[in-house]
C-alpha cells in the first residue's frame, strides 16, 4: 500500500517560517501532490499543488505569496516553505497524492497522518 510520511512541523511565533517535507513510496508518488490542512472543526482545505509531471503549481488565495511548494523527483520528496506564518494557519498539515490537480480533497486517494503547525500570536 502507498505510504506519505510528513515531516516539519512545530510551534512557532506569528511572522516565522516552518519547511514541511513529505516522503513518498515510489508507488505513491503521482502526477499530483499536495498538501491540506485541518484545523479543530473546520473541514479539510487545500494549501498548495504541485503536478510532478509539468511542475505547475496551484495555491489556495489564503497562502498565496506565503507558501512555496516544490518536488524533487529523485527523492519522491514534496516540500512546503511557509512563511509569514499567522495564527491562523494553526492546523494539522496533511501530504496527498492524486491523478487529478486541483484543491479539492475529493481528487486525491492518499494521505498522510500530518503534522501538526502551531502559529501563536
Known amino acids: 500500500q502507498g505510504q506519505l510520511v510528513e515531516s516539519g512541523g512545530g510551534s512557532v511565533q506569528a511572522g516565522g517560517s516552518l519547511r514541511l517535507s513529505c516522503v513518498a513510496s515510489?508507488?505513491?508518488?503521482?502526477?499530483?501532490m499536495g498538501w491540506f490542512r485541518q484545523a479543530p472543526g473546520k473541514e479539510r482545505e487545500g494549501v498548495a499543488v504541485?503536478?510532478?509531471?509539468?511542475?505547475?503549481?496551484w495555491y489556495a488565495d489564503y497562502v498565496r505569496g506565503r507558501f512555496i511548494i516544490s518536488a524533487d523527483h529523485g527523492k519522491n520528496t514534496v516540500t512546503l516553505q511557509m512563511n509569514s506564518l499567522k495564527p491562523e494557519d494553526t492546523a494539522f498539515y496533511y501530504c496527498?497524492?492524486?491523478?487529478?490537480?486541483?484543491?479539492?480533497?475529493?481528487?486525491?486517494?492518499?494521505w498522510g497522518q500530518g503534522t501538526q503547525v502551531a502559529v501563536s500570536s
Open positions: 496527498t497524492a492524486g491523478s487529478r490537480c486541483n484543491l479539492s480533497p475529493r481528487s486525491y486517494y492518499t
Open positions: 515510489r508507488d505513491t508518488y503521482s502526477r499530483c
Open positions: 504541485i503536478s510532478t509531471a509539468g511542475g505547475s503549481t
